[in-house]
């Protein structure tokens, strides 16, 4: 059975630091690439960042690309998403998302999505 999880989502103070993972079971993640994205409450689900099966990067939203940075461990069948200078307005559920070896900047062409990890950023 397909699973891809996501987790090390929590609450963060202003201008700290989160480290998600996502991790797949019953496919290999090395023939996928992994996106990372993000749904805030009152506003469509965004991407973040994509890691292709070369390990190739797909920047997504402007505002994250200097603050986030993705990568992958096949070994471990998991990629992820660290991020710095975390910010109030980064609150949301944030999800992994996998589409067939290269990266897509179409949402609805990801065909594998995780559960989702909700990250709050609040004094």
């Known amino acids: 059975q397909l699973q891809f999880v996501e987790s090390g989502g929590g609450l963060v103070q202003p201008g700290g630091s989160l480290r998600l993972s996502c991790a797949a079971t019953?496919?290999?993640?090395?023939?996928?690439?992994i996106g990372w994205f993000r749904q805030v409450p009152g506003n469509n689900r965004e991407g973040l960042l994509c890691?292709?099966?070369?390990?190739?990067?797909?920047n997504g939203k402007s505002s994250v690309k200097d603050r986030f940075s993705i990568s992958r461990d096949n070994a471990k069948n998991t990629v992820y998403l660290q991020m710095n200078s975390l910010k109030p307005e980064d609150t949301g559920v944030y999800f992994c998302?996998?589409?067939?070896?290269?990266?897509?900047?179409?949402?609805?062409?990801?065909?594998?999505w995780g559960q989702g990890t909700q990250v709050t950023v609040s004094s």
């Open positions: 998302a996998a589409v067939r070896q290269y990266c897509s900047g179409y949402v609805m062409e990801y065909n594998y």
């Open positions: 890691i292709s099966t070369n390990g190739g990067v797909l």
């Open positions: 019953g496919f290999p993640l090395d023939t996928y690439a």
